[in-house]
């Protein structure tokens, strides 16, 4: 459950490669079976990093302000992507325009503006990544777009993404310079339902299919097959990250297994941990309804059209066992773990919002060959989106709810993504 669902420094113990020692393979308390030519690593609750070597992070920049410069303000980021130089580009939804900063953190331009011309975007623009070349392509799905610019801002045409083609879900950029992204069969009312089978295809500059990726079923998180959004939170979904090749990493959430694939999309490896199902709550759920409403009225949405997302919210039986997974330093695996309503109190359980607090802050890391680590604690109310090199970038949010653009740095990590 992605999309219907981003400061306090910490200090880092020296980072070590993401591969083990012999010494560190025999303190493993897991074990490595062979089904069939591919690997499986079941893992334990506890990970190899000791209290001297466990990973940690410290924030070495933050972009934006609540007052002041226009410049330096956000309304609501919905994705960003970095240059090796270090230049950020941010896609504000709500602003309809990209900004971009130095790796400094200095204001550079604006990039494009609200509208449906050439090099506008409307609100439905949900993700930028880098291009070829001097190119970001920024995904407009309300405009079924995908525009390009140069990085000196300058307009370079846009290709059509078509939502009859299938609804975009999770967009990515491989170091390659393609698209890639994950598209759900469209359902519509009174129509024969598609083939459940959701599909991630990578795309070049000029909107070309270049390779399949993957082929996967479809989540139930949320539907259109009734005529009206329909959402069951928390009901399994596909979840998957990129890694270097271009590579998928990919799992079903209802359980603790991802499996690696190669670039030709064989499977190689299948991680396992275990985790508790634990149960979606009555208190949970009208949680969520009212930070959901809470966050529909904030978007302006009519009382009567309220009414009719508030009938079609309904809830799975259990909580997933992790949110979302990202390819860190030296091919590590990160995985987010969830974080529901009955973990909070206070003011934070009040100001809960589904689109950005059901990512915890806790993040289990694995190295190159799927072992557990450990657990990298990031600062609250920060969500990572990027990896590059040693750095970790992505946007965190104060206690009034206003976005800044966050650097976070893996200390003497020696990196080769």
């Known amino acids: 459950m992605r999309k219907l669902m981003s400061l306090l420094p910490v200090v880092l113990a020296p980072f070590v490669a993401a591969g083990c020692s012999d010494r560190d393979a025999a303190q493993w308390a897991g074990n490595v079976t062979d089904s069939a030519g591919i690997t499986i690593v079941a893992n334990p609750d506890v990970g190899l990093w000791t209290d001297t070597d466990r990973w940690q992070v410290e924030q070495v920049l933050s972009i934006g302000t609540a007052e002041g410069d226009p410049d330096y303000q956000f309304g609501q980021v919905a994705a960003l992507t970095v240059l090796d130089d270090g230049r950020i580009y941010?896609?504000?939804?709500?602003?309809?325009?990209?900004?971009?900063?130095?790796?400094?953190?200095?204001?550079?331009?604006?990039?494009?503006?609200?509208?449906?011309?050439?090099?506008?975007?409307?609100?439905?623009?949900?993700?930028?990544?880098?291009?070829?070349?001097d190119t970001l392509l920024v995904v407009d799905s309300q405009n079924q777009r995908v525009n390009r610019?140069?990085?000196?801002?300058?307009?370079?045409?846009?290709?059509?993404?078509?939502i009859t083609d299938g609804i975009p879900l999770r967009m990515a950029g491989s170091r390659q310079g393609l698209l890639v992204g994950q598209f759900r069969p469209l359902a519509l009312p009174n129509q024969p339902a598609p083939d459940s089978m959701d599909v991630v295809v990578s795309r070049n500059a000029v909107g070309e299919i270049v390779d399949t990726l993957f082929t996967f079923r479809s989540g139930a998180s949320f539907s259109f097959a009734s005529g009206r959004p329909e959402f069951k939170l928390f009901s399994s979904e596909p979840i998957w990250a990129l890694r270097p090749g271009p590579r998928i990493m990919f799992g079903v959430n209802s359980e603790y297994r991802i499996g690696t694939y190669a670039a030709d999309g064989t499977l190689e490896r299948i991680i396992t941990?275990?985790?508790?199902?634990?149960?979606?709550?009555?208190?949970?759920?009208?949680?969520?309804?009212?930070?959901?409403?809470?966050?529909?009225?904030?978007?302006?949405?009519?009382?009567?059209?309220?009414?009719?997302?508030?009938d079609g919210i309904g809830f799975a039986e259990f909580y997933p066992a992790y949110f979302q997974t990202l390819s860190g330093p030296n091919e590590s695996i990160w995985v987010q773990q969830l974080q529901t309503p009955a973990s909070l109190s206070g003011q934070a359980l009040e100001d809960y919002n589904p689109q950005t607090d059901l990512g915890s802050p806790n993040w289990d890391v694995f190295d190159s060959d799927g072992r557990f680590l450990g657990v990298v604690r990031m600062p609250n109310r920060f969500q990572p989106l990027q990896f590059l090199d040693d750095r970790i970038y992505g946007i965190g949010r104060d206690e009034l709810d206003v976005q800044y653009v966050i650097v976070m740095r893996i200390n003497g990590a020696v990196a080769t993504d």
């Open 273 to 310: 941990k275990p985790f508790t199902r634990d149960l979606v709550s009555e208190a949970d759920q009208q949680t969520l309804i009212n930070a959901m409403e809470r966050v529909w009225k904030q978007f302006g949405v009519p009382p009567q059209q309220l009414a009719v997302l508030k």
């Open 90 to 133: 941010v896609l504000d939804t709500q602003g309809q325009h990209v900004k971009a900063f130095s790796p400094a953190g200095e204001f550079l331009m604006t990039i494009g503006g609200p509208g449906n011309g050439p090099g506008e975007l409307a609100r439905g623009a949900s993700a930028i990544v880098r291009g070829p070349g």
């Open 149 to 162: 610019y140069l990085t000196d801002g300058t307009t370079a045409g846009s290709f059509r993404l078509s």
